[in-house]
């Protein structure tokens, strides 16, 4: 017997998306659409990201990723390379350097999502004041780090990486901390790594996730 899905929203000029709630538990609501300021922050405040450029897709996974800013949890190991590697974190200081490091090849990675369409349009969303990084340097040289949307108190956390062990690790715990101390209530990572894991991250319902990103967005947070 088969099942009825429901068939993903096809996106044209107008600005809206449909209720991510209609979308099945993988998460593709729409297809189409374009990568505007306008469009990408409307997606966010409505609980939705875009994944892929070519086609553009919007999704909205059922369960959603999320850190909770008091269980965090950072591994004895990762406590020690802290103390003992001289890294230096800085803020907003390279974060297309920081998108393109993200988009470079990896170990295990040969391709990203993180196409120069993304790297485009979230650059200008840094421009207008929406889009921030974390850098990790050593002797000098950026090792790692992480970019996100920031929206009230809520954080949507995109992609990290590292050129250095642990650089990564070390900007989402940096990230983490510095939110927390802001007053942000709502860390989005959408779908679950072996990373997030690791720190702390889990699951909860999409239903849920609307309803605290709905107040999380209502916050006065400055990054």
């Given at each position: 017997?088969?099942?009825?899905?429901?068939?993903?929203?096809l996106l044209?000029e107008?600005?809206w998306?449909p209720d991510?709630?209609t979308?099945?538990?993988?998460g593709?609501?729409?297809?189409?659409?374009d990568?505007?300021?306008?469009?990408?922050?409307?997606?966010?405040?409505s609980?939705?990201f875009?994944?892929?450029?070519?086609?553009?897709?919007?999704?909205?996974p059922?369960?959603?990723?999320?850190?909770?800013?008091?269980?965090?949890?950072?591994?004895r190991s990762?406590?020690k390379?802290?103390?003992?590697?001289?890294?230096?974190?800085?803020?907003?200081?390279?974060?297309?350097?920081?998108?393109e490091?993200?988009?470079?090849?990896?170990?295990?990675?040969e391709?990203s999502?993180?196409?120069?369409a993304f790297?485009?349009?979230?650059?200008?969303?840094?421009r207008?004041g929406?889009a921030?990084?974390?850098?990790?340097?050593?002797?000098?040289q950026?090792?790692?780090?992480?970019?996100g949307?920031?929206?009230?108190?809520?954080?949507?956390?995109?992609s990290?990486?590292h050129?250095v062990?642990n650089?990564s690790k070390?900007?989402?715990v940096?990230?983490l901390?510095?939110?927390?101390?802001?007053?942000?209530v709502?860390?989005?990572?959408?779908?679950?790594?072996?990373?997030?894991?690791?720190?702390g991250?889990?699951?909860?319902?999409?239903?849920?996730y609307?309803?605290?990103?709905?107040?999380?967005?209502?916050?006065d947070?400055?990054?």
């Amino acid at each position: 017997m088969r099942t009825w899905r429901p068939l993903p929203t096809l996106l044209g000029e107008r600005l809206w998306f449909p209720d991510p709630r209609t979308a099945p538990p993988e998460g593709l609501v729409a297809i189409g659409g374009d990568f505007s300021p306008q469009r990408l922050l409307l997606a966010y405040r409505s609980g939705i990201f875009p994944w892929t450029d070519n086609p553009i897709t919007w999704w909205s996974p059922d369960p959603r990723g999320i850190f909770e800013f008091d269980r965090v949890h950072v591994p004895r190991s990762l406590r020690k390379v802290m103390r003992q590697v001289p890294f230096q974190l800085t803020h907003d200081r390279a974060f297309r350097q920081v998108m393109e490091g993200c988009a470079a090849p990896a170990p295990g990675r040969e391709e990203s999502w993180v196409t120069p369409a993304f790297i485009q349009a979230y650059t200008t969303l840094h421009r207008l004041g929406y889009a921030h990084s974390v850098e990790v340097w050593l002797d000098g040289q950026l090792v790692g780090g992480i970019y996100g949307v920031a929206l009230g108190g809520f954080f949507a956390g995109e992609s990290m990486f590292h050129r250095v062990s642990n650089a990564s690790k070390v900007a989402l715990v940096h990230l983490l901390e510095h939110l927390r101390q802001q007053g942000y209530v709502l860390f989005d990572t959408q779908m679950l790594t072996p990373v997030t894991r690791l720190l702390g991250a889990t699951e909860i319902p999409r239903d849920e996730y609307l309803r605290r990103l709905a107040a999380a967005l209502e916050k006065d947070c400055r990054f």
